[in-house]
């Protein structure tokens, strides 16, 4: 029988190092031995990295609603729940996902003011009932985030061109969903260095995760 699956999400502003930590994780679990897919959203299947595309950097998303982005956000966490996080839990795989179904709740059902109740009820459909063991909120000042990702190379996409209430916005709300789902999210003070920031994780994980690591 195989071992019990992990999923692990990470979550944060723009800038709070998510994919940074993500490669660390990843790569202190598999020296230990276990096997670990590293995925992203939107994205992480074909279908995905294609709406990926789309809600990042296509010309004609100038012109989306905020309504057409929650459903294609949707649309690419529907398929990468089926295509690749279930069958990865079930062979007992650790799974840790660059954002997740919080990213929506925050981004369009926060800082788009969509309603909750729409954006919580398309996320159910999305996931059906798959949901992290553990979630990570790498918390940043917003200026710092924005600071830092703007030191990132290559043009910025769609959702990096936000003003600064925008992320005023998602960070007040990822704080409280923290507040409102504390035996699932956890908040990593990311403002320190890239190494204490990984130390943090690991002590999270011991705690939060038992058996794991």
Same mark, same amino acid.
């Given at each position: 029988?195989?071992?019990?699956?992990?999923?692990?999400?990470?979550?944060?502003?723009?800038?709070?190092?998510?994919?940074?930590?993500?490669?660390?994780?990843?790569?202190?679990?598999?020296?230990?031995?276990?096997?670990?897919?590293?995925?992203?959203?939107?994205?992480?299947?074909?279908?995905?990295?294609?709406?990926?595309?789309?809600?990042?950097?296509?010309?004609?998303?100038?012109?989306?609603?905020? &309504?057409?982005? $929650? %459903? =294609?956000?949707?649309? *690419?966490?529907?398929?990468?729940? @089926?295509?690749?996080? !279930?069958?990865?839990?079930?062979?007992?795989?650790?799974?840790?996902?660059?954002?997740?179904?919080?990213?929506?709740?925050?981004?369009?059902?926060?800082?788009?003011?969509?309603?909750?109740?729409?954006?919580?009820?398309?996320?159910?459909?999305?996931?059906?009932?798959?949901?992290? &063991?553990?979630? $990570? %909120? =790498?918390?940043?000042? *917003?200026?710092?985030?924005?600071? @830092?990702?703007?030191? !990132?190379?290559?043009?910025?996409?769609?959702?990096?061109?936000?003003?600064?209430?925008?992320?005023?916005?998602?960070?007040?709300?990822?704080?409280?969903?923290?507040?409102?789902?504390?035996?699932?999210?956890?908040?990593?003070?990311?403002?320190?260095?890239?190494?204490?920031?990984?130390?943090?994780?690991?002590?999270?994980?011991?705690?939060?995760?038992?058996?794991?690591?």
């Amino acid at each position: 029988m195989a071992s019990k699956g992990w999923f692990i999400t990470f979550e944060g502003s723009e800038g709070c190092g998510k994919s940074t930590q993500i490669r660390r994780l990843s790569g202190f679990l598999q020296s230990m031995g276990r096997e670990v897919f590293t995925i992203r959203e939107p994205g992480g299947t074909p279908i995905g990295e294609s709406i990926r595309h789309l809600l990042q950097h296509d010309a004609s998303a100038k012109a989306m609603t905020a &309504d057409a982005e $929650l %459903l =294609l956000f949707a649309a *690419s966490r529907a398929q990468l729940v @089926r295509e690749v996080i !279930r069958p990865a839990l079930r062979k007992g795989a650790i799974v840790l996902c660059d954002r997740f179904l919080d990213s929506t709740t925050v981004y369009q059902g926060v800082a788009r003011a969509l309603d909750s109740r729409n954006v919580a009820a398309i996320n159910d459909f999305a996931v059906s009932g798959t949901l992290p &063991d553990l979630t $990570l %909120l =790498l918390d940043l000042p *917003s200026e710092e985030g924005c600071r @830092r990702a703007s030191f !990132r190379e290559g043009p910025a996409d769609r959702m990096e061109q936000e003003n600064a209430s925008f992320y005023e916005a998602v960070r007040s709300g990822y704080l409280a969903l923290a507040l409102e789902h504390p035996e699932r999210i956890t908040v990593i003070d990311a403002a320190p260095d890239e190494e204490s920031v990984a130390k943090s994780i690991e002590r999270t994980i011991r705690e939060r995760c038992h058996g794991l690591i």
